[in-house]
């Protein structure tokens, strides 16, 4: 089984900053793209970011320029880093990973529990 647990969701203040962090762990052979997507109350899940374990990334409009995704291969860990942060980002936000659990078997997507992030003064 994999498993990913997401930390770091907090309440902080309009222009405010915050570092999420999504760790993987359990039996596997490698992990392809992580990212994160976030839902707010009433809303779909939307995209956030992806980064491939080449570390291209992709960003939703609303966050580019303000957020940033990065992974530790090592560790098995992307991180989410947050700055400028508005009320309507306030959401619970999800890590996500494409994780092939073995050299002949296709990749399977996981998610995390979510995390909160609050935007709010």
């Known amino acids: 089984q994999v498993q990913l647990v997401e930390s770091g969701g907090d309440l902080v203040q309009p222009g405010g900053s915050l570092r999420l962090s999504c760790a993987a762990s359990?039996?596997?052979?490698?992990?392809?793209?992580m990212g994160w997507y976030r839902q707010a109350h009433g809303k779909e899940r939307e995209l956030v970011a992806t980064?491939?374990?080449?570390?291209?990334?992709n960003y939703a409009d609303s966050v580019k320029g303000r957020f940033t995704i990065s992974r530790d291969n090592a560790k098995n860990t992307v991180y989410l880093q947050m700055s400028g942060l508005k009320p309507e980002d306030t959401a619970v936000y999800y890590c996500?990973?494409?994780?092939?659990?073995?050299?002949?078997?296709?990749?399977?997507?996981?998610w995390g529990q979510g995390t909160q992030v609050t935007v709010s003064s």
């Open positions: 996500n990973a494409d994780v092939r659990r073995a050299v002949l078997q296709g990749p399977h997507t996981y």
């Open positions: 359990g039996s596997f052979y490698r992990i392809n793209t």
């Open positions: 980064i491939t374990s080449g570390f291209d990334t």
